[in-house]
């Protein structure tokens, strides 16, 4: 089998302890709402590369629809035995499913018809749990087993999380577990890393938008997997019309920051008004279709967290201040 992210035939020794590294398949790359990994069969999907001469290209905005999640193989042509009459067979571990086509169309599974072995055949792919398996593939003539294990390639599952659609100027946490312990978050297109807890966590923040943002989780030289997120732009009306008041106490603070600077109700004003416009919502648009904009929600804070429930008052003149405290406080 060949590694069609690497581009060239697998040493024995790379495949059987080394291995190939694939994703969890949980983004939303037909922009439905759900997992990639939990759906079956075709559907529209993010541009991504493309297969010449039996080689696989990488990404390209402007192929054809693909998954870009699925990591692609090929099954050389030229079997030991030749014809038309020898296929291979896949020992599919349950942590992964394999396709025929970068949309996941055309699944390859245990019941399905066995991949011919006169010919290249691409396949791709997916991760849909967790855990280090081994792909296996064996030859067949006719119903005659002819080698139960001419080849195999370790293969990696990993798991990442973090949002796959936000709104501009948001700051959201990235996490990937079950990677080499040399593996790590680097930078995002269309967005930065502006901390780190360790190299598997990291908080991003996206541009403007629209953008599709894609934070890059390295795990070795070989591979570099880009996460696909949909960065959404939400244009706010912010005239002298639409703005944010805060209605403070009337006369001098009654002690210093940090305990009198505070947002105090102004009766019968609320401590806090919003009256804020949004213009517009606009996603990326990927394929002539504009992705991510049902998945942002537009709304209002109408929950607070009081932190300090007392009063301060001057008892007499020339001492400190008093204080008293709710029982509430705390």
């Known amino acids: 089998m060949v590694d ?13 302890v080394v291995g190939a590294f694939v994703p969890v398949n949980k983004d939303d790359d037909d922009d439905d709402g ?13 541009p991504g590369g493309h297969w010449n001469n039996g080689e696989w290209q990488g990404s390209n905005w402007g192929d054809n629809a693909t998954d870009t999640d699925l990591l692609p193989i090929l099954t050389r042509g030229g079997s030991i035995l030749g014809g038309s009459g020898v296929k291979y067979h896949l020992d599919i571990p349950s942590q992964l499913r394999v396709w025929r086509n970068p949309d996941r169309s055309d699944e390859v599974t ?10 290249n055949v691409p396949l791709f792919v997916e991760g849909v749990t967790a855990g280090t398996c081994v792909l296996k593939m064996s030859v067949y003539n006719g119903n005659t087993l002819v080698d ?10 990993f798991d990442w999380n973090g949002p796959c659609n936000v709104p501009g100027y948001s700051i959201h946490k990235y996490t990937a577990t079950g990677a080499p312990a040399t593996a790590k978050w680097l930078g995002a297109d269309s967005g ?12 991003i923040r996206w541009q ?17 997997w880009p996460l696909e997120v949909n960065v959404v732009e ?43 416009t949004v213009q517009s919502v606009k996603g990326p648009t990927v394929g002539g279709a504009s992705r ?5 929600r537009i709304g209002f804070m109408q929950t607070a967290r009081a932190t300090q429930i007392n009063g301060q008052y001057d008892a007499a003149p020339n001492t400190a201040p008093e204080k008293l405290t709710s029982d509430l406080q705390d």
């Open 292 to 296: 991510g904009e049902d998945h942002i």
């Open 234 to 276: 939400v244009n706010l009306d912010l005239s002298s019309n639409n703005l944010i008041t805060l209605h403070r106490k009337n006369g001098p603070k009654q002690s210093p920051p940090p305990d009198g600077d505070v947002i105090v109700s102004a009766d019968p004003n609320p401590a806090m008004e919003g009256n804020i």
């Open 192 to 203: 930065t890393v502006v901390s780190r807890w360790r190299s598997t966590d990291v908080q």
């Open 208 to 224: 403007p938008g629209p953008a599709v943002g894609l934070p890059h989780f390295y795990v070795n030289p070989e591979y570099t």
């Open 34 to 46: 759900k997992a990639d990994k939990d759906q079956s069969g075709a559907s529209p999907r993010m």
């Open 110 to 119: 245990a019941a399905s018809p066995d991949i011919d072995a006169d010919k």
């Open 4 to 16: 069609g992210a690497k581009r060239y035939d697998l040493d024995d020794a790379y495949e059987d």
């Open 148 to 157: 139960a294990e001419v080849d195999s390639v370790k293969v990696t599952v």
